[in-house]
């Protein structure tokens, strides 16, 4: 019988992600829509990590089974790492990818290019019900457009401009952007520590 794994989203983009990288572990993928007792979470760490274990620890303990959750955000050197754990919220509570968008520009405005470095950054943390947890991180280097390019992904990809690529985000494909993504590299790092992680989860 497959071990049941919550991943603590609605998305449904994510719990697809994480299904397929769970292909070949005895393993069902669920989301919070399977669980609607469980409502928000509220997000009160100071780092990505910290919310992460928050997400994850709450989960657990309301499913009773192993949760995995995300906090990811975007890191921009010439404002001090910020908007960081404000990301989703960087122009307010109810702000849209478009109102976060314009409020970064306008923060770097008359900021050069070559000095407009940024990373977006993801820790993701499962926890077990009886407490045992493990932790992967994940980043992406890359600088902030002067300008937005692109319609995929959401929030700040049409800004985010990956120099290796050429690309913003918000111009690759969902292969391209999976393969160099903080979410997909901390996901491949959470998935080399499962096998071991789920030995100490059981107990």
């Known amino acids: 019988m497959p071990e049941i794994v919550v991943l603590a989203t609605q998305n449904q983009g994510k719990i697809k992600e994480l299904a397929a990288m769970l292909t070949g572990f005895p393993i069902e993928v669920l989301g919070l829509a399977a669980f609607p007792h469980i409502g928000d979470i509220a997000e009160t760490g100071t780092t990505f990590a910290e919310n992460a274990l928050i997400k994850a620890k709450a989960v657990a303990l309301a499913s009773g089974h192993i949760a995995v959750a995300d906090d ?63 932790t992967a991180q994940g980043a992406w280097e890359g600088q902030i457009a002067l300008a937005p ?55």
């Open 72 to 134: 990811s955000g975007l890191e921009v050197d010439a404002l001090a790492g910020a908007p960081g754990v404000y990301s989703a919220r960087y122009a307010g509570e109810n702000a849209t990818d478009a109102d976060n968008n314009a409020k970064l520009l306008a923060a770097l405005a008359g900021v050069p290019q070559d000095k407009r470095a940024a990373r977006f950054t993801c820790a993701m943390t499962a926890c077990a019900p009886s407490g045992e947890t493990v």
């Open 149 to 203: 390019s692109g319609t995929g992904g959401f929030g700040y990809d049409p800004l985010f401009f990956d120099p290796t690529l050429g690309k913003t985000a918000a111009e690759l494909t969902r292969e391209e952007k999976n393969n160099r993504s903080h979410r997909g590299r901390a996901l491949r790092q959470l998935m080399a520590q499962w096998p071991e992680y789920m030995k100490r989860a059981r107990g």
